[in-house]
């Protein structure tokens, strides 16, 4: 336990994380009838009548969040260094771009870009295959959609991070002749980055839960396939607790990695006087760098 507990996992978490596992497992088998059972071929292929079963669904549902994240993260970069930009167009651009999609909801942004944009000939989501990969277009547009929504929240967060750090490193940065791209990349990012990484852990945990309003475009991710399962086996009490329990089951392992990941950010801020001093220290090493790009 006190290994367990050096390691940053607590006991009782493991514990109740494998006790979700087993109802889950329960949960899912009961497919095939109207009562909780231990039928593991049920668990893993007779839910969807794609045969992709639950660990399909599971696989679908994780690469989509993490895939919509990603693009959330890159968004909200560029969106954030476009609202603080002191180019007017940028300002409009991005402020425009965060207003659109933080002011309408997720279902109706899925619906009208899948749906209403085909409908218009404006854009088909085609199939794709990329190194023996097919990725329908419905999961394409998934990956899309979500991302660019969030990262209509990600802009706000980052920004937040951004003027978090001292403004006097960046006039530092300038003093020492380095670029806006090498003062961003080189000193402020890193430094928002442990400002900006326990809201991203929140955000992508609501991403996990979010990929069940993708059932409106017929994805076959984690919540449709139990909705399927339960329209023909009427077990809909049963197999609906297991895909909650499921997506219980997905948020809590991430708990554990975000907690990892923060506790790893924690390990490279020093608490003393001399981090002006160590700060200095850095940038003078990243002066000829700064020379090489210029001003």
């Not at 000193?187 to 409106?216: C, D, H, W, Y």
């Not at 895909?243 to 089951?249: F, H, K, M, N, P």
Request: aromatic share 10%.
């Amino acid at each position: 336990m006190t290994a367990l507990r050096n390691r940053g996992i607590r006991p009782a978490l493991l514990v109740g994380c494998l006790l979700v596992l087993a109802l889950a497992v329960a949960g899912c088998s009961s497919a095939k009838g109207k009562s909780f059972n231990f039928d593991t071929n049920a668990f893993l292929t007779d839910l969807n009548p794609t045969s992709q079963g639950v660990l399909g669904a599971l696989y679908v549902t994780i690469v989509i969040s993490v895939v919509a994240q990603m693009i959330g993260v890159l968004l909200g970069v560029l969106a954030a260094l476009g609202k603080m930009a002191r180019f007017a167009p940028f300002r409009i651009i991005a402020n425009f771009y965060i207003w659109i999609f933080r002011g309408t909801p997720l279902l109706v942004q899925l619906a009208f870009l899948f749906y209403g944009v085909g409908a218009a000939h404006l854009w088909g989501w085609d199939t794709l295959t990329i190194n023996g990969f097919v990725i329908p277009g419905a999961i394409q547009a998934a990956m899309v959609i979500l991302g660019v929504n969030e990262g209509a929240y990600m802009a706000e967060i980052i920004r937040a991070g951004i003027m978090a750090v001292d403004p006097g490193q960046t006039e530092a940065a300038k003093s020492l002749g380095m670029t806006y791209r090498l003062t961003m990349t080189r000193i402020v990012l890193p430094q928002a980055a442990r400002v900006i990484i326990p809201p991203l852990g929140n955000e992508f945990n609501n991403m996990l839960k979010t990929t069940s309003l993708l059932t409106v475009i017929s994805v076959f991710e984690l919540y449709n396939t139990f909705s399927v399962a339960q329209g023909t086996s009427y077990a809909t009490f049963e197999l609906f607790a297991a895909c909650a329990v499921w997506y219980l089951l997905l948020t809590t392992i991430w708990g554990f990695i975000q907690s990892r990941i923060e506790k790893r950010l924690e390990r490279g801020t020093t608490r003393n006087t001399d981090n002006d001093m160590g700060l200095r220290a850095r940038m003078w090493g990243l002066r000829n760098n700064a020379g090489n790009q210029g001003h």
